[in-house]
């Protein structure tokens, strides 16, 4: 099921859907770092570049996973690859509050998506674990702000989710156009 | 000028940049709605999607014009449009804050500036205007923070920039992707 584009915008974007049905198929080192770089060429206020990225792969998915919900834990497991989204709160230069630290790493995780989308990858971000859970697993220092929890890996077998997530498991609506204009 | 990719990231992603020199011809209804639909499929928190878009031509374009810096100012007068980005604070449901209003808007201009850039036209994101004057404006309810503004257009004639402008329209470095890994 692909979402119905009015305007036709680009096959990434209407493809891209919260998908929780994930092979458990390793992704490769290359594959990685294309998201990475991806996110990299994001524009951000004073080319501040405020995002970081902790992939989690082997013990480290283990340590990550236990910090999402159980409702979580159960379909993102079987993703080969966990990512985990910080945001600088300062500007590098001077040290002051960057108030766009969220807005500009979150513009990056599109840019990830988009190019995971285009490799035949799901990029599925999460906000559902413990933040707190997280900072202390990686010891992640209190400049950085933390984002999400990104499960990335192929489209999977939809059998093998819970019947509640099958159900689910497709492109959720949008608002009317109109009502996201001031 | 295009950014070099070691690992082939896609067309929209390499091209884009912060574009300064910004032609003045119109950008029509049907292209404006169809950047914003781009962004409207972003993923969001609870699907809250929290990002609301003020479209401003004509009058509303000199108001908004109106709280960018001087410099911002002496380029971005040129586009035809300018949108300020918003972001919902607080859940719909059940009214609570909202701590992925701004990533989740921010990955949501991501989509757009892509979308844009696969147009053929530059959405290039500011930080420098006065946010207090821009609510002040157009009259932009609490409840909604204050993103960035963008400059929509086809790109321009580089010859028209300030010379400071002229010689900063190019793609600008970044960090090599081992500094983002944690």
């Avoid at 990434?12 to 594959?31: D, G, K, L």
Wanted: hydrophobic share 40%.
């Amino acid at each position: 099921m692909i979402r119905t584009s009015r305007f036709g915008v680009m096959q990434e974007i209407r493809e891209r859907f919260a998908n929780r049905a994930v092979s458990p198929e390793e992704v490769s080192q290359e594959t990685l770092y294309a998201l990475i770089e991806a996110a990299s060429f994001a524009p951000s206020c004073f080319n501040e570049q405020p995002w970081r990225f902790l992939i989690a792969q082997g013990e480290r998915k283990a340590a990550l996973l236990r910090t999402l919900t159980p409702l979580n834990q159960e379909w993102a497991g079987s993703a080969p690859v966990l990512i985990l989204t910080l945001a600088k709160k300062t500007f590098t230069q001077g040290g002051k509050d960057n108030y766009w630290h969220l807005s500009d790493t979150g513009c990056a995780t599109g840019f990830l998506m988009l190019e995971a989308q285009r490799r035949g990858l799901t990029a599925h971000p999460m906000g559902g674990f413990s933040r707190e859970q997280a900072r202390e697993a990686f010891n992640v220092p209190d400049d950085y702000s933390i984002v999400h929890v990104m499960a990335v890996g192929r489209p999977g077998d939809i059998g093998k989710l819970s019947p509640r997530d099958q159900e689910r498991n497709h492109p959720m609506p949008r608002k009317a156009l109109e009502d996201l204009l001031l």
